[in-house]
């Protein structure tokens, strides 16, 4: 009786310490980061007595896929994998972690955290400012920024093994499969620049057939006429009546800038009419290198018209490369000297509609180009004539009525009337649904 | 024939290796380009000199000669060698230097005055911009009314229509205009490019 008493007044304390092996097991059973958890362990128990923590388990992101990344200098393994069904907006997943190893079985180390919904992940080479470069968007529903461990750097050209890790609350980790080895390879051609490179090899064909083309025609090649260039010889011609300079300002390009190669160009063909007529002619520099060529350009110039004893170097002088200190110094030229003709051929930012403003007020008779687009407005209101965008570039062809440089002004017509087709094109298949011309064009850089 | 064929024939190699790198992504293609972008920066370092000595030269010839506006050349070699000179004292770029003072209250209130004019030119320009001389000047002054209007509150208040057309000018006649003169841009530069490349396009050098 007693004995079946002891029995019975044990009962519960057994069930207790049952319940505590059974809760210590299941945490026993819970895996350090890196080893290989269950597949699925979905554990809920509704006839636990005790307030016990109820443990949900989740299942792991299925179909890991790590291939090189294609196009790229060897620097970068592209994973990808379907989520965790878990992965839902009411709670489970919480979070993937990247893990990667030198070994199939063992040695993962973390490289990065990823916000739940994550499908792929990109492991590269570390940049110096990636920290900048990958900095995340302003955007609250942006997922996580990947942290790389900067502790084990990805290597170019080691196969490496990767698992991708479902997170829930509780911190636990439900592994994908194994994917790998890969290892990322450099490559000797970008297949995504491919319509660039059919582009300009047609181009290099136009420009060489259209050369030979324009030898055998000479120079009555019609190409339409541009008043703002045609203009320029008159404003010389003004200039030397008023007996007063011609201001030529290169802009604030580097000179290795077509827009600043456009205007070594007209400067030449400036410089050759101010030395025929004996006009004196001011190129303020913002730039060393370019001040060099102008200096060599006007030389030249002047050296081909004849006069090689009128040109000095202070003709093309170097200002200074801060932007409002050289303005500053060029709007004070233009009212000092009362320079009849203003040039502005190349490179503008926020000078053109101070320089071009300030030409205007001293009345001066004023020739613009540019290729900055945002600048264009200011100098067709404060110039008389203004080249826009690609007449700059052009403006050597119309000059010097070179059979070689109108035969490429013909090609680039062409092309202009191609890609004018491939656009229309375009834009009619695509209304229909069919994406052919868009996926012909379009360049994965 | 050296001045004129040697530049011409390395303007032709380094030209058609920058091109043919542009489509390999090998780490090889990436040195050849970063080489290139170091050499660009040397050789600016060592233009430089030659452009202060342009500076000083022109100055003080206009001094020497008592040109006109000679004071102001005399300001702008001083602003030189005083800068030069406190450049090269230690510490000058701490707060507080002479160096930094000089930076901070004089050059630049001095450029925020020159880049504070803008405003009074935009105005002046729009003003000449905007006058109806004709059909197209009539066009312009219209959208620009729309668009002014359709970005400050009063423009919503008068028509809720008004931002609705004025993003739509700025979104579809305004960028399809822009897109226009870029496509010639790119296609202008890959022209001149070409050009260059080829050895037809010389005034870089100076040459016609």
Redesign the interface.
């Known amino acids: 009786m007693s004995g079946h008493s002891h029995v019975r007044n044990g009962l519960p304390v057994i069930l207790i310490a049952g319940w505590v092996c059974l809760a210590c097991a299941i945490r026993a059973q819970e895996p350090s980061p890196g080893a290989l958890p269950p597949a699925i362990q979905t554990m809920i128990d509704t006839t636990a007595p005790i307030a016990e923590p109820v443990v949900l388990r989740i299942a792991p992101p299925a179909l890991l896929a790590a291939v090189d990344a294609p ?4 620097k970068a393994i592209d994973l990808s994998w379907t989520v965790s069904p878990d992965d839902r907006v009411d709670g489970g997943v919480t979070a993937y972690r990247v893990y990667r190893s030198k070994e199939e079985g063992n040695g993962f180390v973390r490289i990065a955290e990823l916000a739940a919904g994550t499908v792929a992940y990109s492991d590269r080479v570390q940049q110096e400012d990636s920290a900048e470069e990958e900095a995340p968007p302003p955007d609250a529903a942006a997922p996580a920024v990947p942290t790389a461990d900067e502790s084990h750097p990805f290597e ?1 050209g080691v196969p490496y093994y990767y698992r991708v890790a479902a997170v829930d609350t509780t911190g636990y980790e439900a592994f994908s499969a194994t994917a790998g080895p890969v290892r990322s390879i ?5 297949s995504g ?1 491919t319509p ?2 059919v582009l ?1 090899l047609v ?2 064909v136009l ?1 060489v057939v259209l ?1 030979q083309m324009a030898k055998i025609r000479g120079a009555d090649m019609y190409i339409r006429p541009i008043a703002g260039i045609s203009e320029i010889d008159n404003a010389i011609g003004r200039a030397t009546e008023m007996g007063r300079p011609i201001l030529y300002v290169m802009g604030l390009g580097a ?2 800038e ?1 827009a600043t ?2 205007s ?2 007209i400067l ?1 063909r400036v410089a050759r009419k101010t030395a025929e007529y004996r006009t004196n002619l001011l190129v303020p ?1 913002n ?3 370019v ?3 102008a ?3 006007v ?3 002047y050296m ?1 018209a004849g006069h090689p004893d009128l040109y000095s ?2 003709m093309v ?6 932007q ?2 050289y ?2 110094a060029v709007n ?1 030229l233009m009212l ?1 000297e009362r320079t009849a003709t203003n040039c502005y051929f190349g490179k503008f930012y ?1 000078e053109s ?2 320089l071009s ?1 300030a030409g205007n007020i001293a009345g001066s008779i004023q020739v613009a180009g540019t ?1 900055e ?1 945002a600048q ?3 100098f ?3 110039c008389d004539y203004t080249l ?3 007449e ?3 403006a ?1 062809a119309y000059l ?1 009525r ?1 059979p ?2 109108l035969g ?2 013909k ?2 017509d062409y ?2 009337a191609i ?1 004018m087709l491939v656009i229309f094109l375009g834009v009619i298949l695509i209304s229909f649904g069919n994406e052919i011309i868009l996926n012909l064009v379009t360049v994965n850089l | 024939m050296l001045k004129r064929q040697l530049p011409m024939l390395i303007v032709s190699i380094v030209g058609l290796i920058m ?1 043919i790198q ?9 040195t050849i380009y970063n080489y290139a972008l170091d050499w ?1 920066i040397i ?2 370092i060592f ?6 000595y ?2 000083v ?2 100055h003080v ?1 206009k001094v020497a000669r008592k040109q ?2 000679w004071g ?1 050349s005399v300001v702008a070699l001083l602003g030189l060698f005083v800068m030069l000179a406190l450049g090269w004292t230690p510490d000058c770029l701490k707060d507080g230097t002479f160096f930094m003072r000089l930076f901070e209250f004089v050059y630049i209130p ?2 925020a005055t ?2 504070s ?2 405003a009074f ?2 105005t ?3 003003y ?2 905007f006058r109806a001389r004709n059909i197209l000047a009539t066009i312009v002054l219209v959208s620009a009314i729309i668009v002014m209007l359709g970005r400050i509150p009063i423009g919503e208040a008068i028509s809720p229509h008004i931002p609705e057309v004025a993003d739509w000018i700025m979104n579809v006649p305004n960028m399809a205009a ?1 897109r226009s ?5 790119g ?10 490349v ?1 050895g ?2 010389r ?6």
């Open positions: 196009n790229d200098a060897g170019i450099p490559q000797w051609y970008h620049k660039v490179l300009v181009f290099f420009v050369i000179p290795e077509i190669i456009a070594y160009t030449a520099c730039e060393p290198i001040m060099t060529i200096q060599e350009t030389k030249n110039a081909e170097d202070n002088f170097f200002v200074t490369s801060m409002f200190a303005v500053a004070g000092r926020a509609l101070l403003e290729d687009v264009l407005p200011f067709v209101t404060t826009i965008g690609e700059l570039y052009a050597s010097g070179d070689l440089l490429a002004l090609a680039q092309i202009k890609v | 091109t542009y489509f390999i992504p090998h780490p090889f293609s990436e660009l050789i600016g233009a430089m000199p030659l452009g202060i342009s500076m030269h022109i010839q006109t506006g102001y001095i450029q020159m880049f004019l803008l030119y935009i002046s320009a729009a000449r911009a822009q003169i870029m496509i010639g841009l296609l202008g530069a890959a022209a001149i490019a070409m050009k260059i080829l037809i396009e005034s870089y050098m100076g040459m016609d």
